[in-house]
């Protein structure tokens, strides 16, 4: 890539994810902006720009994974400091955007964390948004910036189509992910179902129904996300009780919380296919149905769009 034509843009990281900033600014053929943070004794978190960013169009890539709340205020203050620091423009580059589930009131007096998170990065001073796979895509509309959502269904999409034969159905874990599913299946010339689902608990479900005919076909669990994978493994389980010869699933999104390895390990899942939004933890590395794919190349070429000004949304046309 031309370096004169890129000069004015600085790629910065924090602490969350930072192979997959390397992996990035590779594709790029970037270096990775110097910055110190630092932790005091008791937990507060120090923020030091080591380079002079004035005038610059500044990149900072940052999911809000565990540990969370220090994710969070990594973000923040990065971005105070490149907002002091007289950068030209800030975009927050967000691959996992947490506290995305908590997008409305579910009860009485809960607050709506998502549109919280939204305005504290605006605060902070955030000029723009770049994340991806948005639990639900109306958060966009909790900002004031201009925000992208990208989607890894081109990874995953291309990962499928050369490692499955025909004779697929694209199965959505719940009625919300019905729409999501069905793109998937259409891409794929695939059938399309949906498993019902009873929430008792947060973090807790129980697939009660199939609705689509999974009869001797290769099955595939479509979501956004994994946590503690009781969702997925109860589908599995469905789907596999109503004929399925066999059963996989695919997300953006390994949060792979609590007891989600050992679960997956366990479960009558074939594989589960994830991107590199999160970093996995050394207990699911270890995991032989996890197989990681990178959406380094898809997020480097949104920065490098947006940072031209050309099309974001023609990535996946």
């Known amino acids: 890539m031309d370096e004169n034509s890129i000069s004015g843009l600085a790629i910065f ?15 790029l053929d970037l270096p990775m902006g110097n910055a110190k943070v630092k932790t005091f004794s008791d ?36 971005l105070d400091a490149f907002k002091r620091s007289s950068a030209s423009r800030i975009t927050a580059v967000i691959p996992y955007y947490g506290y995305a589930r908590q997008d409305k009131k579910v009860a009485p007096r809960v607050p709506i964390s998502a549109k919280l998170v939204a305005d504290m990065l605006e605060v902070a001073g955030a000029n723009r948004v770049i994340t991806m796979d948005l639990h639900a895509g ?24 050369s490692h499955f034969e025909n004779n697929l159905v694209i199965v959505s874990p719940d009625a919300g992910g019905a729409e999501r599913a069905r793109a998937f299946a259409k891409r794929l010339h695939a059938d399309l179902a949906v498993v019902d689902k009873r929430r008792d608990a947060p973090n807790k479900a129980r697939a009660m129904a199939v609705i689509g005919d999974v009869t001797g076909k290769i099955a595939i669990i479509l979501d956004d996300m994994v946590d503690t994978a009781g969702t997925l493994i109860e589908a599995a389980s469905a789907i596999i009780k109503n004929g399925s010869k066999e059963v996989h699933a695919c997300c953006a ?27 996995l933890s050394e207990k699911a590395k270890v995991c032989d149905k996890i197989k990681v794919l990178t959406i380094s190349e898809l997020i480097g070429e949104a920065i490098i769009r947006s940072y031209k000004g050309d099309s974001v949304t023609s990535l996946f046309v």
Do not use: W
């Not at 109306?138 to 189509?161: H, R, T």
């Open 43 to 78: 937990g507060e978190i120090q923020i030091e720009i080591d380079e002079n960013v004035r005038s610059k169009d500044v990149f900072l890539i940052q999911s809000t994974c565990e540990p969370v709340n220090n994710n969070l205020v990594e973000l923040l203050l990065m």
């Open 138 to 161: 109306q958060i966009q509309g909790f900002f004031n910036i201009p925000v992208d959502n990208l989607f890894a269904a081109p990874v995953i999409l291309e990962y499928i189509k």
């Open 253 to 279: 999104h390994a949060v792979l919380s609590g007891p989600s390895v050992e679960r997956i390990t366990d479960s009558k899942l074939k594989s589960l296919l994830v991107t590199d939004t999160i970093p």
């Open 13 to 27: 990281s924090g602490n969350s994810n930072p192979v997959l900033t390397k992996n990035i600014c590779a594709y």
